[in-house]
């Protein structure tokens, strides 16, 4: 039931782009995703509802294959502050009346000079 | 506006010991939620309120209880604590519906330590 992100660690050089994906066995109604840096608590940065939709805002977007019951969050000319790990947590069901999140056990992205 | 605020920041407990974590948030949010989390678990579901009066358990309810009474106030509590339950343990709060509707703000974490 716990989705699975992939890859579990990834680093970077500035500049450099990189995808997170999140897959779970169970049909998701929302992919939730959030960046947390060490010693600090989660921070969100997007909700993908079920229908296929892609979310973006400045160079960090995601997308949600429903079919596939699949999200990747997409990273691209990566800088320093983008360093932490990212979660993935999801919502089941066809309502979305359950408001319980599971969530991947995180991949950590460091970002180099 | 303070957001979500956790009481105490770090705590160090002998086995056996009880004590409450307080939750407050400012933002008039429906939902409360209280995880812990362990190296390499990521972030585990103990309990959560859809409202006040109302509590349901998450993923890894046992040896905790919760409370709450006052919508802006999620109270968890450890009766007899248990070196298990060392860990950090995050509150979290989110709107029930409208264009916010899911966004979690979590709270600074209480760190606790059972010996």
């Known amino acids: 039931q716990q989705p699975v992100q992939s890859p579990q660690a990834v680093i970077l050089r500035e500049g450099e782009d990189a995808v997170i994906n999140c897959s779970s066995s169970k049909a998701l109604y929302s992919v939730h995703w959030y960046r947390q840096k060490h010693g600090e608590a989660p921070v969100f940065l997007m909700i993908l509802l079920k229908g296929g939709e892609q979310k973006g805002h400045d160079k960090i977007s995601a997308s949600f294959n429903e079919k596939k019951q699949q999200s990747s969050l997409y990273l691209t000319a990566s800088q320093l502050s983008y360093s932490g790990t990212y979660f993935c947590?999801?919502?089941?069901?066809?309502?979305?009346?359950?408001?319980?999140?599971?969530w991947g056990l995180g991949t950590s992205l460091a970002v180099n000079p | 506006n303070a957001g979500v605020t956790q009481t105490p920041k770090f705590r160090v407990l002998k086995t056996g010991q009880s004590m409450t974590l307080l939750c407050a948030q400012d933002m008039n949010h429906e939902y409360m939620y209280w995880y812990r989390q362990d190296p390499g678990m990521g972030l585990r579901l103990i309990h959560y309120?859809?409202?006040?009066?109302?509590?349901a358990k998450g993923e890894v309810p046992d040896g905790y209880n919760v409370s709450r009474l006052k919508k802006q106030n999620f109270l968890l509590g450890l009766e007899s604590a248990a070196p298990s339950q060392t860990s950090v343990y995050f509150c979290?709060?989110?709107?029930?519906?409208?264009?916010?509707?899911?966004?979690?703000?979590f709270g600074p974490g209480t760190r606790l330590t059972v010996l």
């Open positions: 947590g999801t919502e089941m069901g066809n309502a979305g009346n359950n408001r319980k999140l599971i």
């Open positions: 309120s859809v409202g006040e009066g109302t509590t």
């Open positions: 979290a709060s989110s709107y029930k519906s409208g264009r916010a509707r899911g966004e979690q703000f």
